[in-house]
Nanobody, 123 residues
Framework: QLQLVESGGGLVQPGGSLRLSCAAS????????IGWFRQAPGKEREGVSC????????NYADSVKGRFTISRDNAKDTVYLQMNSLKPEDTAVYYC????????????????WGQGTQVTVSS
């Protein structure tokens, strides 16, 4: 069965850092684009970042550019999201998702989803 598992979430103070991991189980990520999404209470799920399956091209939401970095290690079937200079506005459940197609901001474009990991930024 194809599964994604997120980890690395937690409680941090504003300005702090977290590194989220997205690990594949049952398949390899070599041919998948991987996106990170987040959803805060009462808000729609929004795209945060994505890394392509070829050339490791990346994109970021304007709200996280310069603060977040996405990367992948295909040998470990893992994608990472390094989050620096965290703000309270970043508080949300973060999900990783895989698509055999291309990076997309749309939830409907992704075939597989992780269970989510909570990120809370508060002083």
């Amino acid at each position: 069965q194809l599964q994604l598992v997120e980890s690395g979430g937690g409680l941090v103070q504003p300005g702090g850092s977290l590194r989220l991991s997205c690990a594949a189980s049952g398949f390899t990520l070599d041919y998948y684009a991987i996106g990170w999404f987040r959803q805060a209470p009462g808000k729609e799920r929004e795209g945060v970042s994505c890394i392509s399956s070829s050339n490791s091209r990346t994109n970021y939401a304007d709200s996280v550019k310069g603060r977040f970095t996405i990367s992948r290690d295909n040998a470990k079937d893992t994608v990472y999201l390094q989050m620096n200079s965290l703000k309270p506005e970043d508080t949300a459940v973060y999900y990783c998702a895989a698509t055999y197609r291309y990076c997309s901001d749309y939830v409907q474009s992704y075939d597989y989803w992780g269970q989510g990991t909570q990120v809370t930024v508060s002083s």
